[in-house]
C-alpha cells in the first residue's frame, strides 16, 4: 500500500491496535498524525492531545493539523472512551 504524502489522522495511536497502525501507516510512507489523550502535542504534530469526548478538543486538534499541513486525506476512529457507556453497541452511543 502507497499512503506517501497522505496525511492520516488515528484516534487512539497510543493503544495497543493504534501502536500497530501508527507503524504501519509510516511503514507505507504516509504521514501519520496520532490524536491520543495520553498525548502531549509536540512541535512536528505527529502527536497532538486530544480528547475524543471534548468537542473544543477535536476541534483544536483538527486546527492545528489543517494550518501544518492543509488536508487530511485519511482519519482512523480507534479510541473509545471508557464512559459509562462502554461495551455498548455503536449504533447506541450517544455523543455528548
Do not use: H
Not at 493503544?15 to 504516509?30: A, F, M, N, P
Not at 457507556?85 to 455523543?95: A, L, R, S
Amino acid at each position: 500500500m502507497n499512503l506517501t504524502n497522505k496525511v492520516i489522522v488515528i484516534t487512539g495511536g497510543n493503544g495497543l491496535i493504534g501502536k500497530e497502525i501508527v507503524k504501519e501507516i509510516s511503514i507505507c510512507g504516509g504521514i501519520c498524525v496520532n490524536l491520543d489523550i495520553t498525548n502531549k502535542t509536540n512541535r512536528g504534530f505527529s502527536n497532538i492531545e486530544c480528547d475524543i469526548t471534548n468537542p473544543d478538543s477535536i476541534d483544536n486538534a483538527l486546527q492545528l493539523i489543517l494550518k501544518k499541513y492543509n488536508k487530511i486525506d485519511g482519519l482512523i476512529n480507534n479510541a473509545y472512551p471508557r464512559t459509562e457507556d462502554w461495551g455498548n453497541k455503536f449504533e447506541d452511543i450517544n455523543y455528548s
